[in-house]
């Protein structure tokens, strides 16, 4: 019963001192592994609300709001009271169960965030309370309003920075940063195609390339507003933007005027748009996939294969910060925060109280048309 409490929790990432209450376990034999180890320990981080799901499932349907007993503090553990985090789509598939990598239910919900040192286990020494932090790499468990890991996993951050921006600046940002910068070599004066401009990835690409000089031609979907929407991502630097019906044409090139055809095109959508993606790459180029958003599948024609030489690859944030990354990425964290600072990086959100939750949840699951990013203010 021990090891089995034990395994639960940990999928929870709660340490073993936590007991979720009785909404999700009801042993007694569960109870009682827990207070016996409360009763040895010396610093207790004080209960914490979670978004929880016991089961994969639709995320409105299975994820519920529950209390949690405060957790023990081991010596190099640091408690971080939660000020902001994310939905994110891939928040999203953990939830639904297909995303590759999550952790297994019951588990609290979230994957990156911003909060403050509350308290730290007596071996630690880079963090004092009162610390701004990110988990980098991101990790688990988010979602609730006291989060208590291990030292490593936080990354400091400066408090200068806006919340929203702290909570959001890896998972979508970085990838942005990464797809400029580790695919092929770019060159001022150069050009991308990506569809998913509206996206928090594709709006932090138009920036990011157009801070190195590189043209950006976006596709987004043809949806209410598309006026206001193009206006907004031209205001932050994009160079064209069509909707995917206006792409619908023979002659595709004609419509980029003085813009050199791109060697580079980013996918996070897939079916159509994708093939759009493909249609205004030159001669040679390659399209990086790096998300699914219509759930249709990429095709490519046999002749553009052939006749076109396109090559296909995909990005995972995930495997990259896997390959000893980790450093390497909170640099470059840094470094995006720092465009934050001087305003030269900015993308659409929309702060919710955690007691709203549900609504951002809803706004995230689509049920009320394109929204901007839901981020959680607990
Ligand atoms: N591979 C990686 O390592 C990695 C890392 C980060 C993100 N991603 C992926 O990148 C994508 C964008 O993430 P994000 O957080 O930046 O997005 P986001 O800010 O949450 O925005 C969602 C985007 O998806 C579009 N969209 C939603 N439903 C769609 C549908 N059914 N068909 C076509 N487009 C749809 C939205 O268009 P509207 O504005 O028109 O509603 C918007 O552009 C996601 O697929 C995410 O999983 C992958």
Redesign the pocket.
């Given at each position: 019963m021990r090891k089995r409490a034990k395994k639960m929790l940990r999928s929870l990432s709660l340490k073993p001192s936590y007991l979720p209450f009785k909404s999700i376990f009801h042993t007694s034999s569960l109870r009682s592994v827990v207070l016996n180890t409360r009763a040895f320990s010396s610093a207790v981080s004080p209960p914490s609300k979670a978004i929880v799901y016991e089961t994969h499932g639709q995320p409105d349907v299975v994820t519920k709001l529950v209390n949690i007993p405060g957790a023990e503090l081991k010596e190099n553990d640091v408690c971080v009271k939660m000020l902001a985090a994310?939905?994110?789509?891939?928040d999203i598939?953990r939830i639904q169960g297909v995303y590759p990598v999550r952790p297994e239910p019951p588990a609290i919900g979230g994957y990156e965030g911003v909060g403050e040192v509350y308290s730290v286990g007596s071996a630690v020494t880079s963090f004092s309370p009162g610390d701004w932090v990110i988990p980098s790499p991101p990790s688990s468990g988010m979602w609730q309003t006291y989060v208590v890991k291990d030292q490593n996993v936080w990354h400091k951050v400066n408090k200068g920075v806006p919340m929203e921006y702290a909570a959001t600046i890896t998972?979508?940002p970085?990838?942005?940063l990464?797809l400029l910068e580790d695919c092929i070599t770019l060159n001022s004066g150069d050009a991308i195609v990506q569809?998913?401009?509206?996206?928090?990835?594709?709006?932090?690409v138009i920036q990011l390339a157009k801070s190195r000089g590189i043209h950006s031609i976006n596709i987004?979907?043809d949806?209410p507003g598309v006026d206001e929407?193009k206006e907004r991502l031209k205001h932050l630097g994009a160079d064209e933007v069509f909707t995917e019906n206006e792409l619908e044409v023979k002659n595709v090139k004609s419509l980029l005027g003085g813009i050199p055809e791109p060697a580079l095109g980013f996918n996070?959508?897939?079916?159509k748009?994708a093939s759009l993606v493909l249609k205004i790459l030159r001669q040679g180029g390659t399209m990086v996939?790096?998300?699914?958003?219509?759930?249709?599948p990429v095709t490519v024609s046999t002749s553009s294969f052939i006749f076109k030489e396109l090559s296909l690859r995909?990005?995972?944030?995930?495997?990259?910060l896997n390959t000893d990354k980790t450093e390497e990425g909170r640099r470059m964290i840094d470094r995006l925060l720092g465009l934050v600072q001087d305003e030269k990086l900015k993308?659409?959100m929309e702060l919710t109280p955690f007691n709203d939750f549900n609504t951002a949840l809803d706004k995230?699951l689509?049920k009320h048309?394109?929204?901007?990013?839901?981020v959680i203010k607990f």
């Open positions: 994310p939905i994110n789509p891939s598939n998972v979508n970085l990838t942005a990464l569809n998913g401009a509206t996206s928090m990835v594709g709006q932090c987004i979907r949806r929407v996070c959508v897939g079916g748009s996939t790096y998300g699914g958003m219509s759930k249709k995909g990005f995972w944030l995930q495997n990259w993308y659409k995230a689509g048309g394109s929204q901007p990013k839901q």
